[in-house]
């Protein structure tokens, strides 16, 4: 399996991303749910499906422009180099992601009767709500993570590292983003 995927890595780098990473996060999101299951409920294939897309469409393409966007600026794996990718990784990129992760879930969780503008306002509350706090505990899992990532890992294969980690880190996410959400459990 390791050489078809470095294989299509190669050939389709961004696709290969995204299309992992859209898989790891919405297994994530099934581990976070089977977590916090009440016993009468199904797994919500619909919550599921926005999690793996939000994977897909947003924090696929932007690990592979990320991690490459650090290389080019900090070539290289020396102790100093990494810290700079790690801080700039924690300072920068883990906020806007969280940020948006946390706005995604709430803004396509809305209730159908509610305006864009309702929607919108939830997302914004929910991100001001969680944010900090997951950007914190984040700090935790990904500072050992991410300089293992950045001092030993080959740059083409940092994103599928990263969502090695993404597995366990997108369960407490996916399960803190969407608590106090009702899902349709479809």
């Known amino acids: 399996m390791s050489a078809a995927y470095g294989r299509l890595l ?6 290969t991303k995204s299309v ?10 099934v581990a976070a749910q089977c977590i916090a299951k009440d016993a009468e409920k199904d797994v919500s294939l619909s919550r599921v499906l926005l999690t793996a897309t939000y994977g897909l469409v947003l ?3 932007a690990l592979h422009v990320w991690f490459g966007r650090l290389d080019a ?3 290289g794996a020396s102790a100093v180099t990494v810290a700079k990718k790690v801080v ?7 906020p806007v992601n969280i940020s948006l992760f ?9 209730p159908a009767m509610e305006s864009s503008g309702d929607a919108m306002d939830s997302a914004i509350q929910n991100i001001q709500d969680k944010a900090l706090s997951l950007w914190m505990d984040g700090n935790y899992f990904w500072g050992p993570l991410n ?4 001092s030993v890992v080959p740059l083409p294969h940092r994103p599928l590292v990263s969502n090695a980690g993404n597995v366990v ?6 399960y803190r983003a969407n608590q106090h959400i009702v899902h349709d459990g479809t």
């Open 169 to 174: 880190w997108t369960t407490y996410l996916s």
């Open 59 to 61: 924090q696929g393409p």
């Open 73 to 75: 600026i900090w070539p």
């Open 88 to 94: 700039t990784q924690h300072l920068i990129y883990a």
């Open 20 to 29: 992992s990473t859209g898989a790891i996060f919405g297994i994530g999101d």
């Open 147 to 150: 300089v293992l990532i950045f």
């Open 10 to 15: 190669h050939r389709y780098p961004l696709a």
């Open 102 to 110: 946390s706005g995604w879930v709430r803004y396509h969780n809305a």
